[in-house]
């Protein structure tokens, strides 16, 4: 851990991913304690309001200003976050178990199963994520449920394909070999011996998925298929405001920066985890 | 070779296959195109007598052998919002999607190949940064909002450019530039970590060692390898912005393929989802198909292998 936060430390952009994450995460999780207004009732007075610093600590405030029914946007964006957070780690780590544990099998079984698999991730591939989301969401309804399960389909391909390709190459060695010498059955091999020598890459896939699907999440709530209202959501508040777009230029512009921070924060800090984790540029430095 | 070929072919094929049944099956989740087609009210009578019309009384395995058989033949049925050949409906949006598309590549790839050989040559100059920095930048930000911002800024506040539509070269400039954002920053970024692994390997040592120019070495031993990767890239994203860019066509108005495909499935019109998607995963594929025997004349180390 003490090696972890040191070589962090040394990585300008992998510290700077890392602390606006930690920023973004903890704002997330304590915004019922932050005293924002409600991010679902609107003030028809303030319609359309303009970002203002003015009296930034009176009740009243709305530092980003407000969007066209005259809900605050600061309010919005810290209450959105949470469940884009929600839905896309959500998303990730499920198709991580998914892809992993194929990724495993495919690599180590080989043969038949791993065929099948190649095959199912070409048809996969072979239809632009974004049409496959909307055509899934479509077909089982916008629902929290139904977006976490279509963002989870789009993500398990990226393990499988990176987790199966590990798995060859530990399968030849000597602690997989002298475990199958000494008679371990194949799921104990699969799950105690190479398991927890592929959680390092699939954590490294997760995080990289996880900037990608926070994108799409947007997207599928931008196109009007993602949370439903009243929740807030980033995508549907760039959509809403987009009609107010030479009027009111702020609810546009502020969801699509919290989108941006965001993904580069994860970015960055991904980054910086890959290279962490991977000896061959560890060394290089 | 002919054998990989003729694999690789099989496995192209397969793929499509598994598009269309998927298609098939899960666009008959999406409801009863019976009951869609007719008014509200219309009697029980009416719509079972359109649903015999249609074959959809028939068993699920009937109407999905039915289906490929006339797949095949690029037949997909009549398009329930068009009234016409739902393949003609998709091809007639294809020069649309492929203009922006090409544009977007073409210009994303003179972007990210002059930023990327400058970050991998200036190492450790501030110009790396810079470049670095905006190709992160463009990589974070999602591209229907990128959209919207060209927007706000070019046509509605400097009003040089129109907010959306199709038809002239001024229609094309803030989509296919949106596009290109994207893909120059992953060209670039692609390119620097390629072209600062080559410049370690031995023969880009001998080749500086035996006196050659710098410029020979740069052009004849580093780009031209350097630029594999960056090719596969290329391809991926040509074959995905082929299958059009929902986002953008949609923000920009953009009278593409994958605009008329989101419309298909809010107006659940089967026919037209099912011709748009399977026509751009047989372009999908044809494209990594081909890039897969491009590789062999670019890379002697792979055709050997085989």
């Known amino acids: 851990m003490t090696h972890f936060l040191k070589d962090l430390s040394r990585s300008r952009a992998g510290l700077f991913g890392f602390v606006l994450l930690v920023v973004i995460v903890a704002l997330a999780l304590l915004a019922p304690l932050l005293e924002l207004p409600d991010p679902t009732r609107g003030d028809l007075r303030a319609r359309l309001a303009g970002p203002t610093w003015e009296g930034l600590f009176s009740p009243g405030a709305h530092p980003l200003g407000t969007d066209e029914v005259g809900r605050d946007i600061l309010s919005r964006l810290i209450h959105g976050s949470r469940m884009t957070l929600m839905v896309a780690s959500t998303a990730v780590v499920l198709g991580g178990i998914v892809g992993t544990v194929l990724g495993i099998l495919a690599g180590y079984k080989g043969g038949f199963i791993d065929r099948l698999l190649m095959r199912l991730v070409d048809i996969q591939l072979a239809i632009p994520l974004m049409l496959l989301a909307l055509l899934v969401v479509a077909a089982l309804g916008p629902s929290i449920r139904n977006v976490v399960l279509v963002l989870a389909l789009t993500s398990w391909i990226r393990y499988a394909r990176i987790i199966r390709a590990q798995v060859l190459s530990l399968r030849e060695r000597e602690f997989v070999q002298s475990a199958r010498a000494i008679g371990a059955s194949t799921a104990r091999i699969m799950f105690l011996h190479i398991l927890p020598n592929v959680l390092t890459p699939a954590l490294v896939v997760g995080t990289l998925e996880l900037a990608r699907v926070i994108i799409m999440d947007a997207a599928l709530s931008f196109l009007g298929l993602g949370v439903q209202p009243p929740t807030p959501s980033w995508g549907r508040m760039l959509a809403d405001g987009r009609v107010y777009l030479s009027s009111a230029w702020w609810t546009v512009t502020f969801p699509g920066l919290a989108i941006v921070l965001t993904v580069l924060s994860v970015n960055l800090f991904g980054d910086w985890l890959r290279d962490y984790f991977d000896p061959k540029t560890r060394s290089a430095k | ?306």
């Open chain 2, 1 to 306: 070779m002919t054998g990989f070929i003729l694999r690789r072919l099989g496995e192209s094929l397969l793929a499509i296959w598994g598009v269309v049944t998927i298609v098939f099956f899960v666009t008959r989740i999406l409801g009863d195109p019976a009951a869609l087609l007719l008014p509200i009210g219309a009697s029980d009578a009416d719509i079972q007598a359109l649903r015999g019309q249609l074959g959809l009384d028939q068993p699920m395995l009937v109407q999905y052998g039915q289906f490929l058989l006339n797949a095949v033949q690029g037949d997909f049925g009549v398009s329930f919002q068009h009234g016409r050949d739902a393949m003609q409906v998709v091809l007639e949006r294809l020069p649309a999607t492929a203009q922006l598309a090409l544009t977007a590549i073409a210009m994303g790839l003179v972007i990210g190949t002059v930023a990327g050989s400058i970050a991998a040559l200036k190492r450790g100059r501030a110009i790396e940064l810079v470049v670095m920095a905006v190709a992160l930048l463009g990589q974070a930000t999602p591209v229907f909002w990128l959209g919207i911002m060209l927007i706000l800024f070019f046509a509605v506040n400097l009003g040089w450019l129109p907010t959306g539509g199709y038809g002239t070269l001024a229609h094309l400039v803030l989509p296919a530039f949106t596009l290109a954002v994207f893909v120059s920053a992953s060209i670039a970024r692609l390119l620097r970590s390629s072209m600062l692994e080559i410049l370690k390997e031995d023969y880009i040592r001998t080749a500086k060692a035996k006196g050659l120019l710098r410029h020979t070495v740069f052009f004849w031993h580093v780009a031209r390898n350097a630029l594999i990767p960056v090719v596969t890239m290329t391809a991926i994203l040509t074959g995905e912005l082929l299958g059009g860019s929902v986002v953008t066509e949609t923000v920009f108005s953009w009278p593409g393929i994958g605009r008329l495909i989101i419309q298909a499935i809010e107006a659940k019109d089967f026919p037209v989802i099912q011709a748009g998607i399977t026509l751009i995963a047989a372009i999908f594929v044809l494209i990594n198909f081909l890039v897969d025997l491009l590789y062999g004349v670019l890379d002697p180390r792979i055709r050997a292998n085989r």
